[in-house]
């Protein structure tokens, strides 16, 4: 052992955190800036295998209503991430969940996240109600790719269990909620 190394113990709450998962974005995702409109997105650095956690969400702030850069944590209550996870566009076929119990971003439980893989999620588990309704232009193919993306609420019940909800969600569907968060 090197005499001259000196090593610092981790203190109880950082040796139950991997390395990798502390705000260090610029090693876990490279951003793909287009001039397009919503062109912009994020790629993995990183090769993961399925259900591992990609990240914290740490920097959030609550967002005073509901936007297209938002994510909804509960039946009435949005976020701004306030980071490069803003990037991570939807997909019909994502790569990632957003667990906004934890507020945790953890590969899909079905399939190994790959480093150049683009970093994605379906907007649906989160957003009951979207602030911008969009034309899914996500390249899953013909029967996968769900079309105009509108929230949880517009969406087909048998399309939505063949996806991770979050807990809010899930209660609104409960409830048969049919008009907005």
């Not at 480093?115 to 588990?125: C, D, I, N, W």
Request: hydrophobic share 35%.
């Amino acid at each position: 052992m090197n005499p001259n190394l000196t090593l610092k113990m981790p203190s109880p709450e950082e040796s139950f955190i991997p390395l990798w998962v502390h705000p260090a974005l610029p090693k876990l995702l490279k951003l793909e800036k287009s001039a397009e409109a919503f062109g912009s997105r994020a790629v993995s650095l990183v090769s993961l295998p399925a259900g591992s956690l990609f990240a914290r969400i740490t920097t959030a702030i609550s967002a005073p209503k509901k936007a297209y850069t938002s994510v909804q944590v509960s039946e009435k209550e949005h976020i701004e991430l306030n980071s490069d996870l803003v990037y991570i566009n939807h997909s019909c076929e994502p790569s990632l969940v957003f667990d906004m119990e934890r507020y945790e971003v953890r590969v899909v439980e079905d399939r190994d996240l790959k480093a150049g893989e683009l970093l994605t999620f379906f907007y649906p588990s989160t957003e009951w109600d979207m602030a911008q309704p969009f034309e899914c232009t996500c390249g899953a193919g013909s029967g996968k790719c769900k079309g105009l993306i509108k929230g949880a609420k517009d969406t087909d019940r048998t399309v939505l269990k063949e996806y991770y909800l979050n807990s809010h969600i899930v209660k609104l569907l409960e409830k048969g909620h049919r008009n907005g968060a």
